[in-house]
C-alpha cells in the first residue's frame, strides 16, 4: 500500500498542460521511497478511487488556465460527492475524493497544486514562465513528502 500517492495529469501533448507528468518525472529523481506511488495520466478517472483510498496523502498536480502564466496555486481538497460522477470517464480531484470516500469509506489528505498556463497547442514544451515554476511545485512536494515521511531516498 502507498502511503503517498502522486497524481500529475493533463495532456502530455499540449503545452503547459503537461506540467503535471513534467512536476512527476522530475519529483521522482528525488523521491525513491516505495511508499511513494507516482501517477501519470491524462485525466483523472474513476477506477483511481482504490488507489486513492489506499494513501495517507494524494498529491494532485496539474496546469489551469486561470490567472496569469506561471502562478502557483495549493490548496487543500475535500471530497465532494455527487451523483453524475458515476455516469462520467473523468473527474476532478474532489469528485475522486468524494468517490473514494463513496466506496471505501476513506478520504486521505489531498492537496492541489496547480500552475497558470500560457500555451496550450500542441507540442511537447513548457512555456518559459510554467517551466519556472516546476522547481517550486517540485520543492514543495518534496517538503509535504519529508513531513510525512521523514525523509526522500532509502539508505
Do not use: W
Request: proline share 4%; glycine share 8%; with cysteine.
Amino acid at each position: 500500500m502507498a502511503k503517498i500517492l502522486v497524481i500529475g495529469y493533463g495532456n502530455p501533448l499540449r503545452g503547459d498542460d503537461s506540467f503535471g507528468h513534467r512536476a512527476v518525472q522530475k519529483l521522482r529523481e528525488y523521491v525513491t521511497l516505495r511508499e511513494v506511488e507516482f501517477v501519470e495520466c491524462q485525466q483523472l478517472m474513476p477506477e483511481q478511487a482504490e488507489a486513492v483510498s489506499k494513501a495517507e496523502l494524494v498529491l494532485f498536480v496539474d496546469a489551469d488556465m486561470d490567472g496569469v502564466a506561471g502562478t502557483v496555486h495549493s490548496r487543500r481538497i475535500v471530497p465532494e460527492i455527487r451523483k453524475s460522477d458515476a455516469l462520467v470517464h473523468h473527474l476532478d480531484p474532489g469528485a475522486l475524493l468524494g468517490l473514494s470516500k463513496a466506496l471505501y469509506k476513506r478520504t486521505p489528505e489531498s492537496m492541489l497544486m496547480t500552475v497558470t498556463g500560457e500555451c496550450f497547442g500542441y507540442g511537447a514544451q513548457l512555456s518559459t514562465e510554467v517551466a519556472k515554476a516546476l522547481p517550486g511545485v517540485v520543492q514543495h512536494m518534496k517538503e509535504m513528502i519529508m513531513e510525512k515521511c521523514g525523509e526522500l531516498t532509502h539508505a
